[in-house]
Structures are given as C-alpha cells and as structure tokens.
C-alpha cells in the first residue's frame, strides 16, 4: 500500500502549540504528568526482554525509534538511561523543538522531520515507541505496518492508545477537553480510538505478537498515573515482531 499515513489536520493542531512541549503547566501538561508511568514501563520491560543490566544506564546498547517524538519528551529521559534514540515526527515545528532542547542536554538522539512513509535509516530497531500517536493517523493498518519494517527481528514494539468505548469519550474527550481542559477541544477524535483487539489484529498481520497489554489510569487524589487493570480509556500493549 502506498496510502499516505500523515493526517495534515492532526499535524496543524500540534503546529499550533510546539513551543509549549517542554512547559509543565503548559498545553502538554497531561504528558508531562504522563511521562513517568510510561517511562517506567518502557524501561522494565526493555531490561525484562533484553535482559539488560539494572545500572543507572540500563538501557545501554539498546537501540530506540521513537515515532511521533513531538518535542521529544520520551525520547531525552530514555536517552539518559543510556539508550541510542532517534526520534522521527511528522511536523516540523515538533522538530525544531526538540533540536533546540536537544542542544541542552547533550544526548545521544537524531532527530527527523519525518513520518514511516518516508522515513529511511540504514539499520533497524530493538524498540519503536508509537505512544499515543495512532489515534493521530490516517490508514491505521498502513502506519503499523511501514513502522514494522524499522524493527528488529524479535525487537519489541510499545503501542499506547485510547480504548473506543463510551467511558473513553466521557473521560478523554468530555472531560479532559471540555470539562477539565486538560486539552485543547479537538485534541481527540474518538472515531480514531482503537480497541485493543482490533489492535491486536492490525498488528497480528505486520508479523507482531501481542505481549502485554495493561491499562493506564488517572489518579485524581494523588495527581499520578499508574498502572491498571481497567484498559477502558487508556492502555498500553507490547508487541513482539517474529
């Protein structure tokens, strides 16, 4: 399939707000709150599969692709553990970003201005992170598919989304957008939400293998994410390529 996977409208909407990524109470602050429960899952799970050594480096030798970096919140803490990360996304003005930050902090990370259809790099991937940036693309089968040739035989593959149910429109869209504004109004489409077995199968024909899945959800009390059993609104899955 040639279908072009970059939706130019999801594209504008995060233009609109680039400069923004690295503020903590900003329009990404939702992510920001985000980061330490999937930084923490992305790590455990790496040193589980690749049985890397728990050091203050852990992920050292282990080579990442993170699609949809924006401003490159994932993609400089997992540098800092020690991992190789090149981070690729759709907008420019994402890119600039991260660049800029980049100069900062001095880590080993390549940035592009790219999306899958167009991207091209000379050696593949342990890891790829597609961390809520499906639900942000045309051609879901596509997307999965063009990013499953960057990865590693037996590398593995994080895919975080929204659940398509009612409680996910209520919570995600309803009051995180509306009611909270937690986001932007229209950040969120729930007709790009996935289910999970739908996902699963998607990726079942780009030769990957569901690992894991687990939910993410908000604790209000404490202001923290964590780890669930209710994959309702937000989850998260690993999937292994064969």
């Known amino acids: 399939m040639n279908a072009n996977t970059i939706n130019k409208l999801e594209i504008e909407k995060f233009d609109k707000i680039a400069e923004e990524w690295w503020d903590p109470n900003g329009k990404f602050k939702p992510l920001h709150k985000f980061n330490p429960i999937r930084i923490e899952y992305i790590k455990n799970n790496i040193i589980e599969d690749f049985k890397v050594s728990k050091t203050d480096k852990p992920l050292k030798g282990i080579s990442i692709l993170d699609?949809?970096?924006?401003?490159?919140?994932?993609?400089?803490?997992?540098?800092?553990?020690?991992?190789?990360?090149?981070?690729?996304?759709?907008?420019?003005?994402?890119i600039d970003v991260a660049k800029h930050h980049l100069k900062k902090s001095n880590l080993n990370i390549e940035y592009y201005n790219a999306s899958p259809d167009n991207f091209s790099y000379n050696k593949k991937f342990n890891v790829?992170?597609?961390?809520?940036?499906?639900?942000?693309?045309?051609?879901?089968?596509?997307?999965?598919?063009?990013?499953?040739k960057f990865l590693n035989n037996n590398g593995i593959m994080?895919?975080?989304?929204?659940?398509?149910?009612?409680?996910?429109?209520?919570?995600?869209?309803?009051?995180?957008?509306?009611?909270?504004?937690?986001?932007?109004?229209?950040t969120h489409d729930w007709n790009k939400f996935v289910k999970p077995e739908k996902l699963e199968k998607i990726c079942n024909m780009s030769s990957?293998?569901?690992?894991?899945?687990?939910?993410v959800?908000?604790?209000?009390?404490?202001?923290?994410?964590?780890?669930?059993?209710d994959k309702s609104v937000n989850y998260i899955t690993k999937y292994k390529k064969n």
């Open 128 to 148: 790829i992170l597609n961390m809520e940036i499906v639900e942000h693309v045309n051609n879901i089968e596509d997307f999965i598919n063009k990013c499953s």
């Open 67 to 94: 699609i949809g970096c924006g401003g490159g919140l994932l993609s400089e803490p997992l540098a800092r553990l020690g991992a190789f990360v090149v981070g690729i996304d759709a907008s420019k003005r994402n």
């Open 158 to 186: 994080f895919i975080a989304t929204l659940n398509q149910t009612l409680k996910s429109y209520i919570f995600a869209i309803l009051g995180a957008e509306y009611i909270l504004r937690w986001l932007p109004i229209g």
């Open 208 to 215: 990957l293998e569901l690992k894991k899945i687990d939910g």
């Open 217 to 229: 959800k908000f604790n209000p009390i404490l202001s923290k994410w964590k780890i669930s059993s």
